[in-house]
């Protein structure tokens, strides 16, 4: 089955800097991979997406790019804010029919101001 | 729309009780899923639902039971409760056909067995 690998787990910041949180997957078969955000004591909220027909995709500060060929795909957080302190999860579609996902182990992100 | 509930928020239960964890959407999903989230952990998938009637174990089911006689609920049943089933439980949900959908999930339910 599908195997999400998710590096550093732990990354600080400063305030104003660049965030980059890397994972790699094992199954070439795959073409969805989402980024989820857990704020402290909340329940993970999508972030942004990619497809396997893209190479990147950004959303104002936030961008993710997608390698197929090394089958690696990269979270990117610009001009980072306090209140992007949080749990980063990336993940992949997993199962019979690939109707599930499996999640990376997470990074947490703190940005100081 | 409520989105996706969950009952209860906390429960502490002893050893070898029993216990089901509610899960309920109102946005008509056919997908639904359950969760566990260790302390400072990625999420685990339990078991998973593609429709009434249909249950598929995921990556961690042993210890655990779940049923979807609904749409709108997906329980999970923990038999037996032991220390190791001391985790946050999430339950999600997202529309039915293609596998790129946003997964939806409800605010968690924490657990501890003592």
């Known amino acids: 089955g599908e195997n999400v690998e998710q590096h550093p787990s732990t990354l600080s910041v400063q305030e104003g800097d660049s965030a980059v949180i890397k994972c790699t997957y094992s199954?070439?078969?795959?073409?969805?991979f989402p980024w989820y955000k857990q704020e402290l004591g909340k329940r993970p909220q999508l972030i942004i997406d990619i497809r396997s027909n893209v190479g990147e995709k950004k959303d104002q500060r936030i961008a993710v790019t997608l390698n197929k060929t090394a089958k690696h795909f990269s979270l990117h957080i610009t001009e980072t804010q306090p209140e992007d302190s949080a749990v980063y999860f990336c993940?992949?579609?997993?199962?019979?029919?690939?109707?599930?996902?499996?999640f990376g182990s997470g990074t947490r992100l703190q940005v100081q101001p | 729309n409520a989105g996706v509930t969950q009952t209860p928020k906390f429960r502490i239960l002893k050893i070898g009780q029993s216990m089901t964890l509610q899960c309920t959407q109102d946005m008509n999903h056919n997908y639904m899923y359950w969760y566990r989230q260790d302390p400072g952990m990625g999420l685990k998938l339990i078991y998973y639902s593609v429709g009434a009637g249909i249950t598929d174990k995921g990556e961690v089911p042993n210890g655990y039971n779940v049923s979807r006689s609904t749409t709108e609920d997906f329980p999970l049943r923990l038999e037996l409760a032991a220390p190791s089933q001391t985790s946050v439980y999430f339950c999600?949900?997202?529309?039915?056909?293609?596998?790129?959908?946003?997964?939806?999930f409800g605010p968690g339910t924490r657990l501890t067995v003592t």
């Open positions: 999600a949900s997202r529309p039915q056909g293609t596998w790129d959908y946003e997964q939806y």
């Open positions: 993940a992949a579609p997993a199962g019979p029919g690939r109707r599930a996902l499996t």
């Open positions: 199954d070439s078969a795959s073409n969805y």
